[in-house]
């Protein structure tokens, strides 16, 4: 589904922040991805949705080489990635229910065809109350937590989440990795980005990607 062979990234003329990483993920898998702050966490995960190019290297998603797409063959990948940014990434013109809604309605799903699942995920995540809200009004907590609901809501066949419970206390936390778990289970590969060890503590199954010193170590 995901594999990295011997993949290097460098920003201008800087030293390498990523240095011969190779991986792959297994369809239907998870595995957290940690390392300490500026190890490259996020930069890995620009690479999978191809918003950044590697400098050397090869990276293949979902079978394709991601240096032979063309854009609309790109943008018809994304489609299937599920992305949790750690800035969130909110449309402000939008409510939190259409925020959630969005990637449905990009994949052609009439209204009446998921006004229930939306509203059912965004009371799981707490923010059944917060429906009508802009995302300019939410706290922290409530963005990335309807963040989350519009990464999860078109079951992608990969997740991608950058440090999803960085602004949740831990009960919450808990509850959005079992979220994360039950959408593993149903068949989406998950990859999260994380520094919290209670969190990974809780998912004693899920592979251990560490990146340390631009290199990757893998911990099945
Ligand atoms: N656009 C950029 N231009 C130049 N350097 C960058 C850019 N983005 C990231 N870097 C550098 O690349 C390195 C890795 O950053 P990255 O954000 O990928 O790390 P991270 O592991 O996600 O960190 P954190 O846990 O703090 O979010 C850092 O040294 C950072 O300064």
Redesign the pocket.
């Known amino acids: 589904m995901l594999s990295f062979e011997n993949v290097g990234?460098r920003?201008?003329v800087?030293p390498e922040?990523l240095r011969d990483v190779s991986f792959s993920v297994a369809p239907r898998s998870f595995q957290f991805l940690t390392?300490?702050?500026?190890?490259?966490?996020?930069?890995?995960?620009?690479l999978i949705i191809m918003a950044l190019k590697p400098t050397r290297g090869l990276i293949s998603v979902f079978g394709r080489d991601t240096a032979t797409l063309a854009k609309d063959e790109i943008t018809e990948m994304r489609r299937q990635i599920g992305v949790v940014f750690?800035d969130f990434r909110l449309l402000d013109h939008l409510t939190v229910y259409e925020n959630v809604a969005l990637p449905l309605r990009v994949l052609g799903r009439e209204e009446a065809s998921y006004r229930a699942e939306v509203s059912e995920l965004l009371k799981w995540v707490g923010l059944g109350e917060r429906r009508h809200c802009a995302p300019s009004v939410l706290s922290g907590g409530e963005k990335q937590r309807a963040s989350i609901a519009r990464a999860l809501i078109s079951q992608p066949r990969l997740l991608l989440a950058?440090?999803p419970t960085g602004n949740v206390d831990p009960t919450l936390a808990r509850r959005i990795l079992r979220l994360f778990v039950e959408l593993h289970k149903s068949g989406t590969a998950v990859i999260i980005?994380t520094?919290d060890l209670s969190l990974m503590d809780q998912y004693e199954e899920a592979r251990r990607l560490v990146?340390a010193d631009g290199r990757l170590h893998i911990f099945e």
């Open positions: 990234l920003y201008g800087g922040t390392g300490p702050s500026g190890a490259g966490k996020t930069s890995l995960m620009r750690q950058d440090e980005a520094h990146l």
